[in-house]
């Protein structure tokens, strides 16, 4: 069975840092691209970031870029977001999703998902 | 960045009912769009990509249909499991983007 399990939310001021992780199982991690997902409180969903299966490549959207950092260690199964000079609008639940691979192809939806971990960003 | 659009926003309905939710893209994504179900504090769960292909161990009361800007996803007959938020997402040109979502909730 797929398991993603994030760690690493809490409350962070305006400006800090923070790393999010997420431990897989049940899969060859190692053969997917992995995402972050984001959804703030009451709101909707937010693509966040994608590495690929070697690391090699990387890919945010614009309200992170510069400021986020995706990581992978496919020797340990774990995925990495390090967030650094949060703003209140990063306030929100982050999910590690798996993108979808079909054994010929990568198509960028996700099948699977983590159940979260929550990040505020308050003085 | 491709906008998606979902109607209605908030939907009530009873069990036994068929329900329908429309997903527009402000262009073209041909058939590169997936459909999740919410509940509240998990994640979501994919239940139909492609369009119309069902995931694997996905209810066949969920049907996806619909290519180039205008899709839908129907539930035959909503069941007491059903009741959560619904968002379509395309992936058909990054960044890949969301659907506000869909409240189905008991009539």
């Known amino acids: 069975e797929v398991q993603l399990v994030e760690s690493g939310g809490g409350l962070v001021q305006p400006g800090g840092s923070l790393r999010l992780s997420c431990a897989a199982s049940g899969f060859t991690f190692s053969r997917h691209w992995m995402s972050w997902v984001r959804q703030a409180p009451g709101k909707g969903l937010e693509w966040v970031a994608n590495?690929?299966?070697?690391?090699?490549?990387?890919y945010y959207v614009d309200s992170v870029k510069g400021r986020f950092s995706i990581s992978r260690d496919n020797a340990k199964n774990s995925l990495s977001l390090l967030l650094n000079g949060v703003r209140a609008e990063d306030t929100a639940v982050y999910y590690c999703a798996r993108v979808y691979y079909d054994s010929t192809a990568y198509y960028f939806f996700f099948d699977s998902w983590g159940q979260g971990t929550l990040v505020t960003v308050s003085s | 960045d491709i906008q998606m659009t979902q109607s209605p926003s908030t939907l009530s309905a009873s069990v036994g009912d068929r329900v329908t939710i429309t997903c527009r893209a402000s262009?073209?994504?041909?058939?590169?769009l997936a459909w999740y179900q919410q509940k509240p504090g998990k994640g979501p769960k994919l239940l139909i990509y492609?369009?119309?292909s069902l995931q694997s161990g996905v209810s066949l009361r969920f049907s996806g249909s619909g290519s180039g800007t205008e899709f839908t996803l129907t539930v035959s007959s909503l069941q007491p499991d059903d009741f959560a938020t619904y968002y379509c997402q395309q992936y058909h040109s990054f960044p890949m983007t969301f659907g506000q979502g869909t409240k189905v909730e008991i009539k």
């Open positions: 492609k369009a119309s």
């Open positions: 590495i690929k299966k070697d690391g090699s490549e990387e």
């Open positions: 262009q073209s994504i041909g058939s590169l």
